[in-house]
């Protein structure tokens, strides 16, 4: 895939607006349901047009769901 995003800034930004977006995934994951946690991080692949760095993004993700 052309372009890869692994820039943190630019990938937090788009995992906090699908933290927004997906309130029930959040509270399910926060409720122990680690699946949900795939589907946000397919939401993220989602709006980067697959080309989050599915790494970066992941960590970003689990950081700002602590």
């Not at 800034?9 to 926060?30: P, S």
């Amino acid at each position: 895939v052309e372009g890869k995003i692994s820039d943190k800034k630019e990938l937090e930004k788009v995992a906090r607006e699908v933290i927004k977006e997906n309130k029930k995934a959040v509270d399910d994951y926060n409720s122990g349901d680690k699946s949900a946690l795939n589907f946000l991080m397919g939401e993220i692949m989602k709006k980067t047009n697959r080309r989050a760095d599915f790494s970066v993004a992941r960590k970003i993700l689990e950081e700002l769901l602590k």
